[in-house]
Structures are given as C-alpha cells and as structure tokens.
C-alpha cells in the first residue's frame, strides 16, 4: 500500500482544481462522473497563462474583482461554492452540483511545477478534526477534511495510524497514491449507511478498483460490500472473469469469506468429470429434436476442441475418450440393429409408421457416429474407432440390403475415415487400413453418386483425396489390386465413383517411371540376410 505518514501540508503556490461533485444525503462527496475527475487529474489547464473571468452584468450580485496576486470569487448564496482553498460541502437532501468556480493567477516562472490542490469536505461543514492528503502520481494533491472517529471505526489501516496522542487538526499524508480517485470515494463510502446501494449503479471494473483500497485500508464492511456485489453482478468476458476471479482469491488468504463469488468459477460436487461428461453426451445422442441436437452437437464439439488445446495435468482427455468410445459401441450396436431389422424379408409389410421408425434410427445413429468420430479425430485419438469400423463385417454385408436414402449416412463415416487417414489425424495399423478398404470401399461406391448431391456436407476432393492417400499407404501389391479394380468401375460409372486418378499416377510413377527396387532383388537382399542372423 501507498506509505502514510504524520506531516503539515506545507503552504505554497497552489493551484485550486474545480471537480464536478455532488452532496450525497448522508453528506459525503461522490464523484457524478469518473472520466470527468480523471480528466482533470490528468490534463490540468496550463498556469502560464492568465485566465480572464467573463462579463459580468451589472445587475449580478457579484462584486467586481480588485487586481491582486490572487482573486478570490464572491460567494453565491444560490449554490455551495468553494471557500478559501477549500471546497466545501454540506449536506442536503438531493445531490447538488458545484458551481464552476474561477481562480485566476498572474503568471509565475516555472508556474507548470507547481502542486496542484483539489480541498474536499466530508460530514457538516466545518465539523471535521483530521485532514488526510492524498499525492498523486500526476503531482495532484486532494486533502480530505474527514472525522477522526469515523476514520477509526472503519478502517484498520487509519486506526492504527491514529492511535498515538496527535495534535489538534493533524494531517495525514499519503505518498504515491495510485488511484485518487478512488481512494477519495471508498473514504466517502465510510460515511454511508447502506453501501450495497452505493455501489449497485457501479460497473464489475470500478467495483474491483473500490474493493483494493478498501483492502488497504481494512474496510471490512466496504470489502463485503464490493464481494456481495461480485457475486451477483454479471461479469462480461473472460478477461472481466479473470480479473474478478484474481482479486477474490488475493482476499483467500487473509480470511475473508469469498466462497460464495467462487463457486461461480469452481464446483465442489461429488461428481466426477467423467459422469458430467456421460450425461452431456447421452442427453445429446438420444435427443430426438433435430435444430437442438445440430446446434449442441456443435458447441460440444468446439468446447472439447478447446478443451484439446489446453493442456492439463488432470486427465480429463482421457476420461472424455473413455466416454466417447463407450458411446461409439452403444450407437454401432444400435445402429446393427436398426440394419437388421430392416434387411429382414417381412420388412416390407410392416406398417409405415414402423418403417420410418427404424429408418429414422438408422440415420439418427450414424449422425451420432459421425459427430464421434469427428470429436476423435480432433483429439488424435481416432485410431480405435478405425479398428472397431473394420470389424463392422455384418454391417457392411447388409449395407446393400438396405435403401440408399437410409443407409447413405453410413458412408459418411467411412469417408471420414479415409479423409483422417489421408490427413494424418490417425494413423491405424496396415492390416486396419487394408481391412478398411476391403470391408467398406465398395459400399462407399455404391453410394458415391447420392452422397455427392444427396449430403451437404459431402465434400468430393477432400474424399477422394483421403481415399488415394489411404490406398497409397499400402504395399505396392495391394495398391495394384485395389487401383485395378477402382480403374474398370470408373471407366463404367464416370462421375457416379470416386475419382482417384492423383493416386493412380503416383502408383504408375512408382511401378513403370522410377522403382526404388529392382525387380524385388533389394527385398530379396534383405529377407537372405534377416534368415542368415
């Protein structure tokens, strides 16, 4: 905190500094407006040259001013008014605002380093017995005539400083103050009865300024005041957050009950992250209003993205993969069944109603696999998912039972697949990516032609790149197999199957243009001398 010490305030060329200020009806100065006072503490008018007071008619009630080394205003009884070097206010039922006073002053060398003085009276006119003199850092000095016992009884700080026998009329200073504007308001705070009304009106951002000097001065009744506040005002932003969130936890330490402004920021509830996060994503999958779940499915997706990016000691990747692979296998469960139940014969002469039931679930359990994978694919963490699409063998055998227009969703992951192995967002073992291209290209072709201008969110180069790159990760001889066989549909269906020339040119390239090996004698090399160890 700023250092206070017992002095005089030394008399010297001084320059008196209107604020704009207000009576309060318990008689304590207040500021009306912030960027007002601050204005005036930080761009003070130039004293090297000498102001001229306006025209006055002569039917005013103001004398004219005598030339002197410093004229003083008449008073007006109309409003309060500056008295001496002092401003001097006295209470009143409603906020009354100061007259505009103006000193002048014949010019004087060096006049710009003079200390300027801003005098402000607390309580009844007249009735205070200590004075406190805050120095800004703008070379400002506000002095206070304020009230021992209300000093004492408020403040810690002031009390201990108070203690000793001191003069009549002693005088207070304070070096270095940081925010005098600020340190004079929570000084007037002490003389309101309801504080928690005074600061209803501020902003989270004064309101923390109001709580730091109430913490230097020990204004415990101020301090709970400003905390009550933070806890139910609303704070914008994370910055705002972060700020509100340092300054309570600076209070921590001293004893101060900030629990209730905390536990918006941290919960104490029994419940793991991992249940949370279980019940966040079944809420989500078993929804069945399709503009709500879109749109959640989204935010949690960005939230565990972000969530990715930061990282922490705590684990909760883990738990949350955890979560997810156990819901992957719940929705491929639900998802075989669906297939099943339509792929049987009897299947059409069921009622509507339950045909579009099953279909319906069909499309509602790959969208969900799919906002999975994609989830897993954010995360580098995918490479299960791979594994367990691979198994899918009776699902991808039962896929052309099905009607395209429902089972055309399912393609949609295996897309993603090919599109994250092509992107090195997983990376499967050679048997999964090889097993992956058996088990669920051809599906995928089969539903090339609806996927392209049937889904929006079908994105053809992209697929087609991943799917390329997939089959290129192979060995040479299965890239053969597969690119041979993708050749002769092409050449049939055009436009209605993936085109993958870019990865049939690398394989020619490889095989007719530059071979690493020649004629498999580098391999032949290398399988004598691994028999030889």
Known sequence: MAEIR????????????????????????????????????????????????????????????????????????????????????????????????????????????????????????????????????????????????????????????????????????????????????????????????????????????????????????????????????????????????????RLQGEGIGVTPVLKRVSSHSSNPPKDTISHILELVLKSNEERGRREMKSVVLKLLRENNMVTTSSGLADICNQTIYTSCRNCMNSLLSSFRQAAELEFTEKPMETKDLIAKQMGLEADNLSWLLEILAETQAADEFAVMWTNQQELASLHAKIPIVSRHKVSCITARLFVGIGKGELLPCKDTRQLLLQTWLQPLMDDYNWLQHGCRSFERKVVEEGIGQTILTLPMDDQQSILLDWLGRFLKAGDNCPNLQRAFEVWWRRTFVRPYVDGGNLLQSESSTTSRE
């Open 6 to 249: 017992l002095t005089r305030l030394e008399k010297g060329q001084t320059k008196i500094k209107n604020v704009p200020i207000a009576v309060t009806p318990e008689g304590f100065w207040c500021c009306p407006s912030p960027v007002v006072f601050q204005k005036n503490l930080k761009t003070p008018s130039p004293l090297n040259k000498p102001k001229t007071s306006p025209s006055i008619p002569k039917s005013s009630s103001q004398k004219k001013q005598t030339p002197s080394t410093e004229k003083k205003p008449a008073s007006t009884p109309s409003r309060p008014g500056v008295v001496s070097d002092e401003q001097r206010i006295s209470g009143s039922d409603e906020p009354v605002d100061v007259a505009p006073v103006i000193i002048e002053r014949t010019p004087r060398p060096k006049s710009e380093n003079l200390p300027r003085k801003v005098s402000i009276e607390f309580g009844e006119p007249g009735s205070g017995d200590t004075k406190v003199v805050l120095l800004g850092k703008q070379g400002f000095a506000v002095r206070l005539s304020v009230h021992r016992s209300v000093l004492v009884e408020n403040s810690a700080f002031f009390a201990e400083k108070l203690s000793e026998e001191l003069p009549s009329l002693p005088c207070l200073e304070v070096d270095d103050c940081e925010d005098v504007e600020i340190y004079v308001e929570t000084v007037g705070l002490m003389y309101c009865k309801e504080l928690k009304q005074r600061l209803i009106k501020q902003n989270v951002s004064r309101v923390l300024r109001i709580l730091k000097v109430a913490e230097q001065l020990g204004f415990s009744s101020c301090i709970q005041s400003c905390l009550e506040y933070l806890e139910a005002a609303p704070w914008v932003g994370d910055e705002e957050e972060d700020k509100v969130v340092s300054s309570v936890l």
